[in-house]
């Protein structure tokens, strides 16, 4: 029996990566999580999963840049389990290129996915949180909103922005709500796929190869923030490789 044992989790992003390691980790540990992402397929089996394993999970198609979609995912942890402990905002956009490619579509897509999305989950989740008395909201940053570098303009700018409304909301929430900011280093990820420029792809890969860590380091960090007291917030976290500069 831990402290996360019995909390409903939402997570966005849940197919793959650092939502999907989230997943694992959570129901392994006995909380009951919910699960969106717009990959429904790996959706679906990562759910599975979850309830071959002995756990509950339930999983619905999620756009976090739809609003409808945010709101319909928190309100099935509602329907299903009866409510909400935990949103995990943790579904990312990273096609990142040099802002001399003028990618602006790409541009707008990161802004939608990783601010707005954001924005959505907190829309959804907070009055939720607030009729309840408590409740925790987890969201993936990145080290990019701590450092800026070539190619990754946009990405670290909707990163700050991201950190940036997380203390926000962490000095409004009063002290029945917790927020807690996680940001990882390299992960062993398919990010460096997003980018559609080839030289980045090449570079990303290249220092993935080189120094990434798995996906569970942060699903772990993750777990520590859920699992202290009510009166605890732990409000930020970093998780890098220690071979990053």
């Known amino acids: 029996m831990t402290r996360t044992d019995g909390k409903v989790v939402v997570i966005t992003g849940a197919s793959s990566g650092i939502g999907e390691a989230t997943a694992l980790h959570l129901a392994e540990n006995g909380a009951r999580v919910v699960l969106g992402a717009r990959r429904v397929d790996r ?12 756990g509950e999970a339930v999983a619905t198609r999620t756009d ?50 990783n601010i707005k999305g954001v924005l959505h989950g907190i829309g959804a989740a907070l009055p939720v949180f607030r009729a309840q008395g408590a409740g925790h909201f987890v969201t993936i940053a990145s080290t990019s909103a701590f450092r800026i570098v070539p190619t990754m303009a946009v990405y670290a700018g909707t990163k700050h922005a991201v950190r940036a409304i997380c203390e926000g909301l962490r000095q409004e929430a009063g002290d029945s709500l917790r927020v807690t900011t996680v940001s990882p280093g390299p992960i062993d990820t398919g990010f460096a796929e997003a ?51």
């Open 64 to 113: 976090v840049t739809r609003r409808e979609d945010v709101s319909a995912l928190v309100e099935l942890a509602r329907d299903r389990f009866g409510q909400l402990d935990v949103l995990v905002s943790n579904a990312g956009d990273g096609t990142i290129s040099p802002l001399d490619d003028l990618r602006v579509d790409e541009w707008d897509r990161m802004v939608d996915v």
């Open 195 to 245: 980018s559609s420029n080839p030289a980045v792809r090449e570079q990303v890969t290249r220092m993935r190869d080189q120094i990434a860590i798995p996906p569970d380091a942060v699903a772990r960090a993750i777990g520590f923030a859920i699992e202290q007291p009510a009166g605890i917030d732990v409000s930020e976290i970093v998780v890098r490789p220690t071979a990053q500069s």
């Open 43 to 54: 959706l679906s089996d990562l759910a599975d999963r979850i309830r071959k394993a002995g």
